[in-house]
């Protein structure tokens, strides 16, 4: 009973960063595919990229880190 509340609140935020997860990699695929159809891309738009792929791999080293997985949240 006493470890309920950590493994309760360990669990909602393992949940909040798979979902940031999922959120970075929707963006980072969205961007990559404007730049793959884009004939010269703007120096703003490689440096959006650049920034949302340091972020999503932030994210999966903190969810290494973690040892997270999406199989624990269900």
């Known amino acids: 009973m ?3 509340k950590k493994q309760k609140l360990r669990k909602i935020e393992n949940a ?16 990559k595919q404007l ?5 010269d891309p703007s120096e703003e738009v490689l440096y959006r990229i650049k920034v949302t792929e ?13 040892r997270a997985s999406m199989n624990e949240l269900h």
Not at 16 to 31: A, I, P
Not at 54 to 66: P, Q
Request: charged share 40%.
């Open 35 to 39: 730049i793959e159809r884009s004939i």
């Open 16 to 31: 909040r960063l798979f979902q940031h997860l999922e959120e970075q990699k929707r963006k980072l695929d969205s961007e």
């Open 2 to 4: 006493l470890f309920g």
């Open 54 to 66: 340091v972020i999503y791999s932030f994210l999966l080293r903190e969810a290494r880190e973690r």
